[in-house]
């Protein structure tokens, strides 16, 4: 107890087991019992965490330092340290193999490919620094790189078995900001910087098949998604819209705008709405300020359904400064491809969610604080979020629930992940980590680990 | 003198006016249309005003009139009769000419006065008619002025529509270079701000000479994930890699190619099927039109029959373009006539709309048959409501003992008849039952009695056996393997029976613990008993034999049966 943080620190949640890093120490925990099974320690403060694709080791970076530790579950004594020297560290990555590490330097003048198997080493020039310059696809076998030279963007495409130039080619774009591989590994999306709404779609041998630009001028793309099924591109812009491309013909199918008034007859507006607990005035001893203090903190909040049409509030942004809060900046499609959520910034207490079948609004979840984080359910049509408070919020299409974490304190819940199985989540708070599993039909909550 | 009759002269001037009409009336009236000459001033003159007879008249009514214009008298009355004073008439005559002239100067100055005024009133009327003139020409100028003014006015407008729209476009591409100002200027310094801090590490760098190099420590290489080993990049790599992206282009092709080929054979099935809904919808209607568009129609039907039939036997090559276009153009062509057909029908429901609003018989046709209807319903309703109340009654009212009980019974009839089927089938059942019991009591009897007879012959056997012990053995064998299956068989068929409840009595002596056991005497069920008897298959592990005769068991099933019997003791 009494450590202070004053940095946030990333939890990168895997597969199988929550790892939450301290400062400088590593504890690797069972996702059943919270047991700790392991402690590593680090030379220095640990940036970011990563697991390996097969669970065996975990990669621990520490950019000041220019290190990277890697530890392994099965043999705890097996050590690796990669030091980067003088050239520094900016980023740090496992492979899709879970062999390699990919380290980018500082100033972003190289990566390079350590690998735990071989004494190769190789570097890959010329990387850009950008939103998303990397990005692996899902089968593991290529990575796509963006790459900068002369005032103009490339990709590299490379097999991640033996780190073969696969492809090189130009990309039409003005400033690259990132690219993304579809799901089935066959096309690359590769879009433009916010000051242009460019999207080019390339095949994995590199030939361009398409490109979609909507408007000209204002500011453009925002954030980007596939479908699971590779079916459809979703494409989030500044002017609060999101356009649906086609894998057939990259044409766009559907818009799905985000207005102030909904109107819309299909759509189930969710509101939530907080019973404040009522304080009685005459009795104000110490402690029962105590206990009032512990439940304000815990407000008991429900869901009512809104009859139409709803005004949704909307905070107009400062747009002299760049990069205002407005546009949609996170999208995410279920698993089963039926649904997709949506998040516009300058409506940030609210989640929109969009029947893809139908191609039309499905449900509205207005919160009363703005939105952190929203993720699908690996297996189900469960989308889980959370608003920086005590809370926990469920929407699946039978309906809406908002659950109270029974936590202690203060407990925000900053992030929320679910494990692979879906069947339990892991809610990140700034100090704590909490625990949720599911039960098939039912919830349950398990109570949260300290870690301190 | 003159200055008098001068002043009276004018005060009547007037009444000389008059007078002198008056005298002209008179003269007419009075007097006979006497002879007129006319003299130079064109006034009548009358020379026969005063003749010998009537001049005393004459001269009175003279002096009259001149009195009254303030002349002196013609002359006086004097007693020789009236006198006339020749300078009274003298001066009257002097001052009638005086007075006639003055009259004429009027005259003349009145005529010019007139003639000045009719001059005037044409060049006013003149002036009036180019003034009007003026005024329609002026007003026309005036409208047409207006009709510019207005014309002028909208354009300002749009003018300022446009005006409002262009600004709003500047003030709109004012901001989005605005907001890309500010996004430029804030990656210029973030790019600044990098270039800095590289210009610093690179100074650094130069001033501390020591590169620190990378280094990688491992404890020890790790094996791949997938268990292989690396290979060397060579050229075959390089080819293998490009294969297989190939491949996964290929396959990823293929696999859209599939769902794309049957989402178009779903589709053209839904298309012709649509057609050929629509030849069936439009072919009867067609029947009622008029006769060359019968025969126009089916000819057209049977060359769509002929080419729904084509179109079928040419499914397979519908991905030609020629029959996909004919399949698409025929469909159009069906869809044209079927909506031509919903628009004809359509006017023709307005025209019998109209004339049905038109004419009042049908509304008051269609009216009265409303009424008719809801006075069934009504009565229907009252029917309803009768019965109600009659069943209603029967059921409150207290009937007797009899009714009473039939009513009753009357909810357990079916009940009851259900319960005496079912009895029906338990007494068939029984029945069957007891049959087989009586079957089984003659079989036990029988076989009780087949047991003696073994025992005899086992006795006699024994005997033989025990008297023989030569060669003679070799006839006996036979026998000796029966009676040893007898005596497994007897010895089983001791246990078996025990279940059967008319046998406890008789093997109680040999069977004493499975008897204890049964003598809760559970009746084996039917199935038991068949499985005995071999007349259902067992499923046993034991080999299932043909069914045989009930008193000869085979050793391989006892045990089974023996198992199957005990468990069903111990239970």
Redesign the interface.
């Known amino acids: 107890c009494g450590i202070h943080f004053l940095v946030p620190f990333p939890r990168s949640v895997p597969r199988h087991s929550p790892a939450t890093c301290v400062q400088y120490r590593l504890v690797v925990r069972d996702v059943n019992t919270l047991q700790i099974l392991h402690l590593y320690t680090c030379l220095d403060q640990i940036v970011h965490m990563e697991w390996s694709s097969d669970s065996l080791f975990i990669l621990c970076a520490m950019y000041k330092r220019g290190l990277v530790q890697v530890w392994s579950l099965e043999q705890p004594d097996w050590y690796c340290k990669i030091d980067e020297g003088s050239i520094g560290l900016v980023s740090s990555r496992w492979s899709p193999d879970g062999r390699h590490i990919l380290n980018t330097t500082e100033f972003h003048l190289r990566v390079t490919v350590w690998s735990l198997c071989t004494k190769a080493v190789s570097y890959i020039k010329y990387p850009k620094a950008c939103q998303k310059g990397i990005d692996f696809s899902r089968d593991g076998c290529y990575m796509a790189l963006a790459e900068r030279r002369d005032c103009r963007d490339y990709v590299s495409v490379f097999v991640c078995d033996d780190w073969h130039l696969l492809r090189h080619f130009e990309t039409e774009t003005q400033d690259l900001a990132g690219v993304e591989w579809s799901p089935n590994g066959c096309v690359l999306a590769v879009w433009d910087s916010c000051l242009e709404y460019k999207v080019l779609l390339y095949s994995l041998d590199g030939r361009l098949l398409s490109t979609f630009s909507a408007y000209e001028w204002s500011l453009g793309i925002k954030s980007l998604a596939w479908s699971p099924s590779s079916q459809f591109l979703a494409i989030g812009s500044y002017d609060g819209k999101v356009r649906i491309l086609n894998h057939i013909t990259w044409k766009k199918v559907t818009e799905f705008d985000h207005p102030a008034t909904i109107n819309n007859t299909k759509a189930v507006v969710y509101k939530e709405v907080e019973r404040k607990p009522v304080v009685g005035s005459a009795d104000l001893s110490i402690q029962h300020h105590i206990t009032m203090g512990s439940t304000l903190f815990n407000t008991q909040s429900k869901y009512e359904i809104c009859p139409l049409p709803v005004q949704v509030p909307v905070v107009k942004p400062d747009l002299d400064r760049a990069n205002p809060k407005v546009g949609v900046s996170s999208m995410a499609f279920s698993s089963d491809n039926r649904y997709l959520a949506t998040k516009n910034d300058n409506m940030a207490c609210v989640v929109w969610v969009w029947d893809m079948q139908r191609l039309g609004l499905l449900a509205v979840l207005e919160q009363t604080s703005a939105v952190r984080c929203f993720q699908w359910d690996p297996r189900r049509p469960r989308l889980a979020l959370c608003t920086g408070n005590a809370k926990l919020y469920l929407w699946s299409p039978a309906g809406c629930v908002s659950v109270q974490v029974p936590a202690e304190g203060g407990f925000q819940v900053q992030s929320v992940t679910w494990h692979c199985s879906g069947d339990s989540l892991i809610l990140l708070g700034k100090e704590q980590l909490c625990l949720c599993y599911m039960e098939v039909g039912e919830e349950e909550e398990e109570e949260d680990d300290d870690v301190k | 003198m003159p200055e008098s009759s001068l002043e009276i002269k004018d005060t009547s001037c007037s009444s000389s006016r008059y007078r002198m009409s008056s005298l002209r009336q008179y003269s007419q009236s009075s007097v006979l249309p006497l002879p007129m000459t006319r003299n130079p001033y064109n006034m009548p003159t009358i020379s026969a005003f005063c003749t010998e007879d009537n001049v005393s008249e004459c001269i009175s009514y003279i002096n009259r009139e001149v009195s009254s214009l303030g002349f002196p008298l013609l002359c006086t009355e004097s007693n020789n009769g009236p006198e006339l004073n020749l300078v009274d008439v003298l001066n009257n005559v002097y001052n009638l000419l005086q007075l006639h002239r003055r009259c004429l100067q009027t005259v003349e100055d009145i005529e010019v006065e007139q003639v000045k005024s009719n001059s005037n009133m044409d060049y006013l009327q003149l002036s009036n008619t180019r003034l009007k003139d003026q005024l329609e020409l002026s007003k026309r100028e005036n409208t047409g002025l207006l009709e510019r003014e207005r014309q002028l006015q909208l354009k300002v407008k749009s003018l300022h529509n446009c005006l409002k729209n262009e600004k709003e476009e500047v003030q709109k591409?004012q901001?989005?270079i605005?907001?890309?100002a500010?996004?430029?200027?804030?990656?210029m310094k973030r790019k600044e701000r990098?270039f800095g801090?590289?210009k610093e590490?690179l100074n650094q760098?130069l001033i501390?000479k020591k590169?620190?190099?990378?280094?990688?420590?491992?404890?020890?290489?790790?094996?791949?994930?997938?268990g292989k080993r690396?290979?060397w990049?060579t050229g075959k790599?390089?080819a293998r890699?490009?294969g297989?992206?190939?491949k996964?282009?290929l396959n990823?092709y293929d696999s859209?190619h599939k769902d794309?080929l049957m989402e178009n054979a779903e589709l053209k099935k839904v298309l012709q099927q649509m057609k050929r809904d629509m030849v069936t919808i439009l072919s009867p209607r067609k029947h009622s039109q008029s006769g060359e568009k019968h025969d126009d129609s089916l000819e057209q039907t049977s060359s769509e029959e002929d080419e729904v039939c084509d179109s079928s036997r040419e499914s397979l090559e519908l991905s030609c373009e020629h029959a996909r276009e004919q399949l698409t153009n025929s469909i159009r062509q069906q869809w044209r006539r079927l909506k031509s057909h919903v628009e004809r029908l359509d006017s023709q429901a307005s025209l019998v709309g109209e004339r049905a609003n038109m004419n009042a018989i049908p509304k008051e046709v269609h009216e009265q048959e409303m009424d008719r209807l809801k006075l069934e319903i009504q009565q229907y309703k009252d029917f309803i409501h009768t019965q109600q109340q009659l069943l209603q009654q029967q059921l409150n009212s207290p009937c007797d003992d009899e009714t009473a009980s039939l009513l009753n019974d009357c909810y357990m009839q079916e009940e009851k008849e259900r319960l005496k089927e079912d009895w029906k089938s338990f007494e068939e059942k029984r029945k069957n039952f007891e049959a087989e019991r009586r079957n089984f009591t003659e079989a036990a009897i029988r076989l009780s009695h087949e047991r003696k007879a073994f025992e005899e012959d086992r006795a006699t056997w024994l005997k033989h056996q025990f008297l023989n012990l030569t060669p003679f053995g070799d006839q006996m064998k036979p026998q000796m393997s029966k009676s040893q299956s007898a005596l497994s068989g007897w010895a089983e068929s001791k246990v078996r029976p025990v279940s059967t409840p008319a046998k406890l009595n008789k093997s109680l002596s040999h069977t004493a613990f499975s008897t204890s056991r049964a003598s809760p005497a559970k009746t084996p069920s039917t199935a038991d008993l068949y499985r005995t008897h071999r007349l259902i298959p067992e499923k046993s592990p034991s080999t299932i034999h043909p069914k045989q005769d009930s008193s000869i068991l085979r050793n391989g099933d006892i045990p089974a049966q023996l198992r199957h019997v005990n468990g069903g003791a111990n239970c």
Request: overall charge negative.
């Open positions: 591409l901001s989005i605005a907001s890309r500010t996004q430029y200027n804030h990656d990098e801090k590289l590490r760098l501390d590169d620190k190099k990378q280094t990688f420590e491992v404890l020890n290489y790790v094996g791949r994930s997938d690396s290979l990049k790599t390089e890699h490009e297989e992206m190939y996964t282009l990823d859209r794309l």
